[in-house]
Protein backbone atom coordinates (compact mmCIF):
# COMPACT_ATOMS: atom_id res chain seq x y z
CA UNK A 1 0.00 0.00 0.00
CA UNK A 2 1.26 3.50 -0.73
CA UNK A 3 -0.10 6.40 1.05
CA UNK A 4 -0.22 10.06 0.29
CA UNK A 5 -0.74 12.78 2.11
CA UNK A 6 -1.04 16.35 0.66
CA UNK A 7 -0.70 19.59 2.42
CA UNK A 8 -0.67 23.15 1.56
CA UNK A 9 -3.51 24.51 -0.42
CA UNK A 10 -6.31 27.37 0.51
CA UNK A 11 -7.82 30.71 -0.34
CA UNK A 12 -5.12 33.84 -1.51
CA UNK A 13 -5.36 36.89 -3.73
CA UNK A 14 -3.87 37.68 -7.07
CA UNK A 15 -0.24 37.82 -7.19
CA UNK A 16 0.10 36.05 -4.12
CA UNK A 17 1.64 32.63 -3.50
CA UNK A 18 1.11 29.30 -2.03
CA UNK A 19 2.90 26.11 -1.41
CA UNK A 20 1.82 22.17 -1.74
CA UNK A 21 3.53 19.37 -0.39
CA UNK A 22 2.92 15.47 -0.53
CA UNK A 23 5.16 13.09 1.10
CA UNK A 24 4.37 9.58 -0.07
CA UNK A 25 4.92 6.13 2.25
CA UNK A 26 4.01 2.57 2.28
CA UNK A 27 5.64 0.41 -0.31
CA UNK A 28 7.44 3.59 -2.48
CA UNK A 29 9.79 2.03 -4.32
CA UNK A 30 10.50 1.64 -7.93
CA UNK A 31 9.20 5.53 -8.36
CA UNK A 32 9.40 6.78 -11.78
CA UNK A 33 8.26 10.62 -11.28
CA UNK A 34 6.45 12.51 -8.87
CA UNK A 35 3.48 15.66 -9.61
CA UNK A 36 0.91 17.54 -9.30
CA UNK A 37 -2.26 17.70 -11.21
CA UNK A 38 -5.29 20.01 -11.11
CA UNK A 39 -8.99 20.17 -11.78
CA UNK A 40 -11.45 22.11 -12.23
CA UNK A 41 -15.59 20.95 -12.32
CA UNK A 42 -16.21 20.23 -15.77
CA UNK A 43 -12.90 20.09 -17.13
CA UNK A 44 -10.54 16.78 -17.43
CA UNK A 45 -7.66 16.89 -14.92
CA UNK A 46 -4.55 18.45 -16.30
CA UNK A 47 -0.74 18.14 -15.44
CA UNK A 48 0.97 21.51 -13.86
CA UNK A 49 4.17 20.19 -13.02
CA UNK A 50 5.86 16.37 -12.54
CA UNK A 51 9.50 15.30 -11.90
CA UNK A 52 11.28 12.05 -12.53
CA UNK A 53 13.44 10.36 -9.84
CA UNK A 54 16.12 11.67 -12.15
CA UNK A 55 15.64 15.01 -11.89
CA UNK A 56 13.89 15.92 -15.19
CA UNK A 57 11.11 18.41 -14.63
CA UNK A 58 7.94 19.31 -16.86
CA UNK A 59 5.79 21.76 -16.25
CA UNK A 60 2.40 23.15 -18.36
CA UNK A 61 3.05 26.02 -20.26
CA UNK A 62 0.55 28.03 -18.68
CA UNK A 63 2.31 27.90 -15.11
CA UNK A 64 6.00 27.94 -16.44
CA UNK A 65 7.84 30.83 -15.07
CA UNK A 66 5.58 31.19 -11.64
CA UNK A 67 5.58 27.70 -10.03
CA UNK A 68 8.61 25.56 -9.03
CA UNK A 69 8.41 21.71 -8.13
CA UNK A 70 11.01 20.32 -6.28
CA UNK A 71 11.44 16.59 -4.78
CA UNK A 72 13.29 15.45 -1.94
CA UNK A 73 13.99 11.78 -3.23
CA UNK A 74 15.22 10.31 0.89
CA UNK A 75 11.59 11.57 2.04
CA UNK A 76 9.49 10.33 -0.95
CA UNK A 77 7.70 14.07 -0.96
CA UNK A 78 7.37 16.43 -3.70
CA UNK A 79 6.93 20.25 -3.60
CA UNK A 80 4.88 22.31 -5.53
CA UNK A 81 5.48 26.81 -4.90
CA UNK A 82 3.27 28.51 -6.41
CA UNK A 83 3.72 32.25 -7.15
CA UNK A 84 2.34 34.94 -9.09
CA UNK A 85 -1.13 33.15 -8.43
CA UNK A 86 -4.04 33.96 -10.91
CA UNK A 87 -7.79 33.27 -10.73
CA UNK A 88 -7.55 30.76 -13.49
CA UNK A 89 -4.99 28.57 -10.99
CA UNK A 90 -8.08 27.92 -8.78
CA UNK A 91 -8.33 24.16 -8.92
CA UNK A 92 -8.48 21.37 -6.72
CA UNK A 93 -4.68 19.90 -7.20
CA UNK A 94 -4.12 16.27 -7.11
CA UNK A 95 -0.50 14.56 -5.97
CA UNK A 96 0.43 12.03 -8.38
CA UNK A 97 3.12 9.60 -8.07
CA UNK A 98 3.94 7.18 -11.27
CA UNK A 99 5.72 3.84 -10.32
CA UNK A 100 7.65 1.95 -13.28
CA UNK A 101 5.56 -1.18 -12.73
CA UNK A 102 2.37 -0.47 -10.87
CA UNK A 103 -0.48 1.68 -11.46
CA UNK A 104 -0.59 5.50 -10.07
CA UNK A 105 -1.21 6.61 -7.25
CA UNK A 106 -3.64 9.55 -6.40
CA UNK A 107 -3.78 12.11 -3.08
CA UNK A 108 -6.78 12.89 -2.18
CA UNK A 109 -6.78 16.59 -3.42
CA UNK A 110 -6.44 19.91 -2.29
CA UNK A 111 -8.02 22.81 -2.83
CA UNK A 112 -6.68 25.86 -3.86
CA UNK A 113 -8.47 29.22 -4.76
CA UNK A 114 -6.98 32.46 -5.55
CA UNK A 115 -9.49 35.63 -5.65
CA UNK A 116 -9.32 38.48 -8.31
Known amino acids: QVQLVESGGGTVQAGGSLSLSCAASGRVFAIAAMGWYRQVPGKQRELVAS???????NYADSVKGRFTISRDNAKNTVYLQMNSLKPEDTAVYYCNVNFLTRADRWGQGTQVTVSS
Open 51 to 57: ITSGGKI
